[in-house]
């Protein structure tokens, strides 16, 4: 295994191979080998000094998905800068928040998408021109900067939620996420010969990390894709070797007639995650391909945590055990003492790749993390005789749809501001197609009538779409219980 402590050094290890493609762009998107992606991504790196980015400082990124952002990713890394990743479809309001929390030194957007209004200083890429969008770089040298990172640096700050329904940064080092690739190259094989079907979002860690540094750990090469289509699949999997995707994907692709052993021929594996993937998904794809899929768990705040082996194996409805290297626990909630085999408690993690705090946030890791330096993670399980890990829901009633997180407190927030609404209760119920469906459950103001479609279209200006519910049911009031506090489990049985 490599003994790499940055991602720099992880990619640097390829120069050797400079002609073995790196990305293989379709769709429109631009490809680069390895020694191009170097090249361009030492230029990246001058281009962000002559801005005045220094190392240390954020840099965010909102842009469409392409080729030119992961190379701009590169050489966020080989700068010393700290990638601040966002979603390209976030609304302005939610926006706000983000780059006034992070104070990033620059914004690099494309100039359709609201952060190119930022007061703060801007660097454009326009998606749409593939390889021309870095241009304004061409004057760079491709000599290696200065800077040369540490396991210690910052490499990334991932934003995410928890009951309080507003983000907050996750700090991952280089080490945190070196550590993992190299254990998920490992651990699931990956080789210079692997060619992966990436179809995910690169804002978030599933994307941008998990799939693309798993690509540098082995060498391979990755067909990048815009977004998830089931006729890019059915073009391009027959001759991949590696799938990543979220249950949304596997349904799409179930659901469509063309789809079968054929179209996987060549995969060794097929992995999901960044939600919950239906046992009758799982059994299902088994069937109509061959392929049992590999199943895996992790965090904004720890990259992967738990996986089913590659060798072995592999139990629908479970997420496998710990990787190497990951200490994992399932505790009393109240006495937080470890639960018997089988019993349902609070996971905690420890491990080279759990984070080391949020930023500006030191209160939390009084809350966040235990004495001995455990991570809780606010999701519940099990664990089973042969260590099998098992997410039997979420603490802090995170919902996961078609793999991106929604966080249940934002929208009742949204909610609630709207006239003639009394109180309201977003909860995640389980869906064939997205994992999970945000669905809200909302009492109207007295005398209030409220207008279900009216209420819809308001959200829509507020929260980004994957956000805002596909179903809101109007009821008198909200289960409560003798504290006052509303009962969602009973919500979700109602309403699953």
Not at 13 to 41: M, N, P
Not at 164 to 184: C, E, I, Q
Not at 259 to 270: H, K, L, N, Q, Y
Not at 440 to 452: I, K, N, P, R, S
């Amino acid at each position: 295994m490599s003994t790499a402590r940055t991602l720099v050094e992880l990619f640097e290890k390829h120069r050797s191979s400079a002609d073995a493609v790196f990305i293989e762009g379709c769709e429109g998107l631009s490809s680069y080998t390895y020694g191009q992606a170097w090249s361009r991504a030492a230029q990246v790196a001058h281009a962000l000094a002559t801005r005045g980015v220094s190392p240390g400082d954020r840099v965010a990124l909102q842009t469409p998905k392409s080729s030119e952002a992961l190379i701009v990713y590169l050489g966020c890394l080989r700068a010393g800068a700290v990638l601040v990743p966002l979603n390209p479809g976030a609304t302005e309001s939610e926006l706000d928040y983000l780059l006034a929390d992070a104070s990033p030194a620059l914004v690099i957007a494309d100039p359709t998408l609201a952060a190119a209004r930022s007061s703060l200083p801007l660097m454009l890429i326009d998606a749409s021109r593939g390889a021309d969008s870095l241009a304004a770089i061409d004057n760079q040298p491709a000599t290696s900067p200065q800077f040369v990172p540490t396991a210690d640096s910052h490499a990334a700050m991932v934003y995410t939620s928890g009951t309080t329904g507003r983000p907050k940064g996750a700090v991952l080092s280089h080490a945190n996420l070196t550590a993992n690739a190299l254990t998920l190259a490992s651990e699931w094989g990956f080789s210079s010969s692997d060619r992966l079907l990436h179809l995910l979002p690169i804002f978030h860690v599933h994307g941008l990390f998990v799939a693309t540094n798993c690509t540098i750990a082995g060498g391979g090469s990755m067909v990048l894709a815009p977004r998830f289509e089931v006729d890019v699949v059915l073009d391009q999997l027959p001759s991949c070797t590696v799938m990543m995707g979220v249950p949304t994907f596997y349904t799409r692709l179930l659901a469509d007639p063309r789809f079968g052993a054929d179209t996987c021929r060549e995969a060794r594996v097929i992995i999901s995650g960044s939600a919950p993937l239906l046992a009758s998904t799982h059994i299902e794809f088994e069937q109509r391909t061959g392929q049992v899929i590999l199943e895996r768990y992790g965090m904004s705040e720890t990259s992967m945590l738990t996986s089913n082996p590659l060798h072995g194996t592999r139990k629908p409805g479970t997420v496998g055990p710990a990787l190497p290297g990951v200490s994992l626990r399932v505790v009393h909630p109240d006495t937080h003492q470890a639960q018997p085999i089988g019993e349902i408690g609070d996971i905690e993690v420890t491990g080279p790749n759990v984070f080391g705090g949020y930023w500006n946030r030191p209160e939390l890791n009084a809350t966040e993390f235990t004495a001995d330096g455990f991570f809780r993670t606010g999701d519940v399980g099990t664990i089973d005789a042969d260590g099998y890990v098992t997410i039997v829901g979420r603490e802090k009633d995170l919902i996961i749809t078609g793999g991106l997180n929604v966080y249940p407190k934002e929208i009742e927030e949204a909610i609630d501001a709207q006239p003639g609404v009394a109180c309201s209760a977003v909860i995640g119920v389980p869906d064939a197609d997205f994992g999970e469906a945000v669905v809200a459950v909302v009492v109207a103001a007295h005398g209030a009538t409220l207008d279900v479609a009216a209420l819809r279209d308001a959200l829509r200006v507020l929260l980004a779409a994957y956000k805002v519910p596909k179903q809101i049911h109007v009821v008198d009031a909200l289960p409560q219980n003798a504290m006052g506090k509303v009962e969602k489990s009973k919500l979700r049985n109602t309403y699953a």
